[in-house]
T-cell receptor, first 117, second 112 residues
Framework: NAGVTQTPKFQVLKTGQSMTLQCAQD?????MYWYRQDPGMGLRLIYY???????DKGEVPNGYNVSRLNKREFSLRLESAAPSQTSVYFC????????????????FGQGTRLTVV | QKEVEQNSGPLSVPEGAIASLNCTYS??????FFWYRQYSGKSPELIMS????GDKEDGRFTAQLNKASQYVSLLIRDSQPSDSATYLC????????????FGKGTRLHILP
């Protein structure tokens, strides 16, 4: 029972390089999310996907793109990495079922620690 | 005004006492409310969900929701050193969009 799996766990990039963070969930959840976490800033939503084929911007989308490849996978791409994108990135998924907001909690992957030099 | 606000702490509580963590939110259409615990270097872990006004108890944890005041709290009874962590409050605004928005978190330190 893997839950939410993120790859890689650690990555160092040079400024201007590109990379894709991978996320997959095996819980048959509808919604998926990408967050970044910086010291003192809490978790900030980058992008989210309410269902397969749909994506929407969150609080801090600039410099990122996403793809909801299928129900299981939601990838985050940095086209031209900048030092300001040094952060810990978390992927999460949510069942998003039930009435009155129930079953809408998020379950997190183990995170990707990204350093841009 | 930030959508979800928490006191960043640190909040220091003696072992065995009650720890009280508070959170306010700005969007009245928020429907779902969550408390997560995050240990240093680890990912957030869900500890409580609450959807209706009132109290919800689960072991040593009690979540309280007051939608009229737009206020959510978490009480931890009989605090243990293992409760030392950052506690994140989150809200889901399902009627508006599908965003789950987090506060900045409160650092809790249980004093042995």
């Amino acid at each position: 029972n893997a839950g939410v799996t993120q790859t890689p766990k650690f990555q160092v990039l040079k400024t201007g390089q590109s990379m894709t963070l991978q996320c997959a969930q095996d819980m048959n959840h509808n919604s998926m999310y990408w967050y970044r976490q910086d010291p003192g800033m809490g978790l900030r939503l980058i992008y989210y996907s309410a269902s397969e084929g749909t994506t929407d911007k969150g609080e801090v989308p600039n410099g990122y793109n996403v793809s909801r490849l299928n129900k299981r996978e939601f990838s985050l791409r940095l086209e031209s990495a900048a030092p300001s994108q040094t952060s810990v990135y978390f992927c999460a998924s949510s069942p998003r079922t039930g009435g009155a907001g129930r079953n809408t909690e998020a379950f997190f992957g183990q995170g990707t620690r990204l350093t841009v030099v | 005004q930030k959508e979800v606000e928490q006191n960043s702490g640190p909040l220091s509580v003696p072992e065995g006492a009650i720890a009280s963590l508070n959170c306010t939110y700005s969007d009245r259409v928020s429907q779902s409310f969550f408390w997560y615990r995050q240990y240093s270097g680890k990912s957030p872990e869900l500890i409580m969900s609450i959807y209706s006004n009132g109290d919800k108890e689960d072991g040593r944890f009690t979540a309280q929701l007051n939608k009229a005041s737009q206020y959510v709290s978490l009480l931890i009874r009989d605090s243990q050193p293992s409760d030392s962590a950052t506690y994140l409050c989150a809200v889901n605004r399902m009627n508006r969009d599908d965003k789950i928005i987090f506060g900045k978190g409160t650092r809790l330190h249980i004093l042995p």
